[in-house]
């Protein structure tokens, strides 16, 4: 079946610290790969997605993630952290056909400290 | 970029009624949209797959008769709980898949509907 692994459930990192999360996938093929943001009792915002090409993919608020097939992971990296960025962080995947649902991670939370 | 809303963003109703809530996309067409449900700290969970003009698709262990939905435009897609209990009360999320994106499916997210049952 498919899964999506988020190992770090809780990860704290100092203002101006970089950052990683990571995300693992269990998949019979590359699937697409998305991380999404969700702030304290909002929706989703789409942070970046991978769907071909370059496997170091940049999105938005400075974040990028990426691509290893050997490794089934995609993980994702910002080089210095802002006392915004704190949240939720989940890591899914679609099966590449029309109509899919995601599949999410279990998320982890990014607490900053100053 | 694409919006989606949902509405109401908060509802709380007593035992037994039932509640709609709304999920549009703004400026875009989606013929699928996703109902997803989330408890608090835990990542969401897919209710059912709404697709424009046809029968929703369910995940297993979801009550169709309890959780009604329907997607009559290309625009709007509604999930009703029928006779809401306590153990209803929860975060709903729905996204919209932008098939125009050009890339694939990626999903738009509302910012989700939470419903209090007493």
């Known amino acids: 079946a498919q899964s999506v692994t988020q190992p770090d459930i809780h990860i704290t990192v100092s203002e101006g610290a970089s950052l990683e999360l990571r995300c693992n996938y269990s998949y019979g093929a590359t699937p697409y790969l998305f991380w999404y943001v969700q702030s304290p009792g909002q929706g989703l915002q789409l942070l970046l997605k991978?769907?071909?090409?370059?496997?170091l993919v940049q999105g938005i608020k400075g974040f990028e993630a990426e691509f290893k097939r050997s490794q089934s992971s995609f993980n994702l990296r910002k080089p210095s952290v802002h006392w915004s960025d704190a949240a939720e962080y989940f890591c899914?995947?679609?099966?590449?056909?029309?109509?899919?649902?995601?599949?999410f991670g279990k998320g982890t939370t990014l607490s900053v400290s100053s | 970029g694409a919006v989606v809303s949902q509405h109401p963003s908060w509802v709380i109703c007593k035992s037994g009624t039932s509640v709609k809530i709304e999920c549009r996309s703004l400026d875009f067409q989606a013929t699928t949209m996703f109902w997803y449900r989330q408890f608090p700290k835990q990542s969401l969970m897919l209710m059912a797959t709404?697709?424009?003009?046809?029968?929703?698709?369910?995940e297993q262990g979801v009550e169709k008769d309890k959780f009604l939905i329907n997607h009559a435009s290309l625009t709007l897609s509604t999930l009703t709980v029928t006779s809401a209990h306590p153990e209803d009360s929860s975060f709903y999320i729905c996204?919209?898949?932008?098939?125009?994106?050009?890339?694939?499916?990626?999903?738009?997210f509302g910012p989700g509907t939470r419903l209090l049952v007493l």
């Open positions: 996204s919209a898949r932008d098939s125009s994106s050009g890339g694939g499916e990626t999903q738009y």
């Open positions: 991978y769907f071909s090409g370059d496997t």
């Open positions: 899914a995947v679609a099966r590449r056909q029309a109509g899919t649902a995601l599949i």
């Open positions: 709404s697709n424009e003009g046809s029968k929703a698709t369910y």
